[in-house]
């Protein structure tokens, strides 16, 4: 026979959050900085549903 726990709701991955388990961000500009001294811009991004953050570093095009 089976006994059944009560179902628990695991807090972080429920409803949209499961594309962010997968790996589908929903990825908003979050900032940036200029690297004056160097050939590499940084610019900063945030999930709008995790909150996760990445940081994507861009070529300077003169
Ligand atoms: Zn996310």
């Given amino acids: 026979m089976a006994y059944r726990a ?3 709701v695991s ?7 499961i594309l ?3 790996g589908l961000h929903k990825w908003k ?4 900085l200029n690297v004056y001294a ?4 940084e610019k ?5 549903r995790c909150g996760k953050k990445k ?3 861009e070529p300077k095009k003169d």
């Avoid at 807090?11 to 959050?17: E, H, L, Q, V, Y």
């Avoid at 500009?29 to 940036?32: A, E, P, T």
């Avoid at 900063?44 to 709008?48: A, D, H, Q, R, T």
């Fill in 20 to 22: 962010c388990f997968i």
């Fill in 11 to 17: 807090g972080k991955i429920s409803g949209k959050n």
């Fill in 55 to 57: 940081t994507v570093y």
């Fill in 29 to 32: 500009r979050s900032g940036g």
């Fill in 6 to 8: 009560p179902s628990r």
């Fill in 38 to 41: 160097s050939n590499v811009r």
């Fill in 44 to 48: 900063y991004f945030v999930c709008e």
